[in-house]
């Protein structure tokens, strides 16, 4: 569990492992505001939860406050993808927190194996697209990638 700015310095953080079985929940840690920002304007930090290997993304994540009132940067994302048979594996990395990035494929239908997610500096993000057009793989000058701060 970390707290982050928003340019992507971690501000405070609780490490752990925990093991829930499926469908459980229960509370692993309460902490008020005060404790989670150190003091700091909520506006100016976001809360992540992160899972266990340096290449998985964020499991959660969460704005201290209302996100029209974050500081959100612009974050310069880049990807390249690799062919998996009719399949693309497309990689995703960030040089700022990135929240809500979503990608499209103009023209092509098709699924991915996640969408609007957070992209954290120095986790890449890897994403596969499965093609249901028989169309076959996708070249990365096929894909649009946009993030929450592009919206405004």
């Known amino acids: 569990?970390?707290?982050?700015?928003?340019?992507?310095?971690?501000?405070r953080s609780w490490p752990?492992?925990?093991?829930l079985d499926g469908g459980e929940s229960k509370c692993l840690l309460a902490l008020a505001l005060e404790d989670l920002t150190g003091g700091r304007d909520p506006a100016e930090a976001f809360l992540v939860l992160l899972g266990g290997d340096e290449d998985s993304?964020?499991?959660?994540?969460?704005?201290?406050?209302?996100?029209?009132?974050?500081?959100?940067?612009?974050?310069?994302i880049r990807w390249e993808t690799k062919a998996d048979g009719e399949c693309t594996e497309i990689r995703l990395t960030a040089d700022q927190p990135a929240f809500h990035v979503?990608?499209?494929?103009?023209?092509?239908?098709?699924?991915?194996?996640d969408n609007?997610?957070?992209?954290?500096?120095?986790?890449?993000?890897?994403?596969t697209f499965t093609p249901r057009d028989g169309r076959g793989a996708v070249e990365a000058e096929g894909i649009a990638v946009t993030q929450l701060r592009d919206t405004y």
Do not use: M, Q, T
């Not at 992209?119 to 993000?125: A, I, T, Y």
């Open 102 to 113: 979503w990608l499209e494929i103009p023209g092509r239908r098709g699924v991915s194996s």
């Open 16 to 19: 752990g492992s925990y093991a």
């Open 57 to 76: 993304a964020a499991l959660n994540w969460e704005f201290l406050a209302p996100a029209k009132f974050c500081p959100l940067p612009r974050a310069a």
């Open 116 to 127: 609007a997610f957070l992209l954290l500096p120095g986790r890449d993000k890897k994403i």
């Open 1 to 11: 569990l970390e707290v982050r700015s928003f340019a992507g310095e971690i501000l």
